[in-house]
């Protein structure tokens, strides 16, 4: 069957210190994977998009990494800060029709 | 920025209603999503819907339904209750075709509660 897996269900860190979230998936073709951030009481926001032909992407203190042959992503925060503390959620496209969700996982930055 | 409008923030039924969720969004997407999210099980996709009138089916369809009349609105509809739909209803859209830019917009959610 499908799955979509977020390793750590929660992650605490100290500030300053780089965060690092897993998204592993199986018996998926995606042809790119999403990160978003999600606030309590709050829709998900887009973060990144990383295609299957791409190894890595940055976007400011983000930093995504894509392994076909692993079947993984790995989400990191470089130089966390207490604002940074939300849920995560990776996403996989096959196309535009079908997105699905991990179950997410929640970051608390501690100063 | 494109904007999804949820047309309630909470909402609390009782078993056995009928209750309709509604979704609007005003960037002109051609699809839209309604996703449920439960502690523990992440957003699951309920049903989609990739032009007017044409719809598919997610992961989890049982006991809902949908309807989209008009390409701005998509809404959900639950025909009758139960204790077991209590939950976070969101609503996302995303461009397709030439102008595809893979990127969901999320309304804000619905909170639903079944007495």
């Known amino acids: 069957s499908q799955k979509i897996e977020q390793n750590s269900e929660a992650l605490n860190i100290q500030e300053g210190k780089t965060a690092t979230l897993t998204c592993n998936y199986t018996?998926?073709?995606?042809?790119?994977l999403q990160w978003y951030r999600q606030d309590p009481g709050r829709g998900p926001v887009f973060l990144l998009l990383?295609?299957?032909?791409?190894k890595e992407k940055r976007k400011e203190r983000l930093k995504v990494t894509f392994d076909t042959t692993l079947k993984q992503s790995l989400f990191h925060i470089t130089a966390s800060q207490p604002a940074d503390s939300a849920t995560y959620l990776c996403?996989?496209?096959?196309?535009?029709?079908?997105?699905?969700f991990g179950a997410g996982t929640r970051l608390t930055v501690k100063p | 920025d494109v904007k999804v409008t949820q047309s309630s923030r909470y909402l609390v039924k009782r078993t056995g209603e009928k209750v309709f969720l509604e979704c609007v969004q005003d960037?002109?997407?051609?699809?839209m999503f309604w996703y449920r999210q439960d502690p523990g099980l992440g957003l699951r996709l309920i049903y989609f819907?990739?032009?007017?009138?044409?719809?598919e089916k997610g992961d989890i369809p049982e006991g809902y339904s949908v309807s989209r009349e008009k390409k701005e609105r998509f809404s959900l509809i639950l025909e009758s209750a139960s204790t077991n739909q209590t939950s976070m209803y969101l609503c996302?859209?995303?461009?397709?075709?030439?102008?595809?830019?893979?990127?969901?917009?999320f309304g804000s959610g619905t909170q639903l509660s079944v007495l």
């Open positions: 996403a996989l496209g096959e196309n535009n029709n079908d997105m699905r």
């Open positions: 018996n998926y073709s995606p042809a790119y």
């Open positions: 990383i295609r299957e032909n791409e």
């Open positions: 960037m002109d997407h051609e699809n």
């Open positions: 819907s990739y032009d007017v009138k044409m719809k």
């Open positions: 996302a859209s995303i461009q397709s075709g030439v102008r595809a830019n893979e990127k969901l917009f």
